[in-house]
């Protein structure tokens, strides 16, 4: 691939009737380029969990991937309450979500973790008060890191 391709999303917060639904169309455009299976999956995941996120807990966002050369890069940015501590969010099963939203078998507390699971590389930057910038890569080359 010579140029690099950008997707771009909104992610309407609160909206579980269309929440998921840019990870599948990142998912059907990278099974467009041709790009292994096992990438497509891990792509899938880390951007599935990062956009349910936004909908239960900032109000939404903003998703931008980036298909480059060696690598795709999952951008989610969002201007909701912020992460106030990321080492403990990044715990398994650790959640703020609330019950209303647990009853709709979301908020398990496994999103961050298994966006990075699924990731080769994940910075997470929050202001309380500001927003969450989430940048994850997953690389599709030999040798990229």
């Known amino acids: 691939?010579?140029?690099n391709l950008?997707?771009?999303?909104n992610v309407e917060g609160d909206d579980f009737t269309s929440a998921g639904q840019a990870s599948v169309q990142v998912?059907?455009?990278?099974?467009?380029?041709?790009?292994?299976?096992?990438?497509i999956r891990r792509v899938s995941i880390a951007m599935y969990e990062g956009e349910i996120n936004m909908v239960i807990h900032a109000g939404g966002g903003?998703?931008?991937?980036?298909?480059?050369?060696?690598?795709?890069?999952?951008?989610?940015?969002d201007h909701g309450p912020g992460i106030k501590d990321i080492e403990q969010?990044?715990?398994?099963?650790?959640s703020t979500a609330p019950?209303?939203?647990?009853?709709?078998?979301?908020?398990?507390g496994m999103g961050l973790?298994?966006?990075?699971?699924?990731?080769?590389?994940?910075?997470?930057?929050?202001?309380?008060?500001v927003g969450t910038r989430i940048v994850m890569r997953i690389m599709y080359k030999e040798g990229c890191v």
């Open 27 to 39: 998912k059907k455009n990278l099974r467009q380029l041709g790009l292994d299976s096992e990438i």
């Open 89 to 94: 969010a990044m715990q398994a099963g650790y």
């Open 113 to 129: 973790p298994n966006m990075k699971k699924n990731s080769d590389t994940m910075t997470v930057e929050s202001t309380v008060g």
């Open 62 to 77: 903003t998703a931008e991937v980036n298909v480059c050369e060696d690598y795709i890069e999952i951008i989610l940015e």
């Open 1 to 3: 691939m010579s140029e």
């Open 6 to 9: 950008t997707f771009r999303f």
């Open 99 to 108: 019950d209303s939203i647990r009853s709709l078998g979301f908020g398990a």
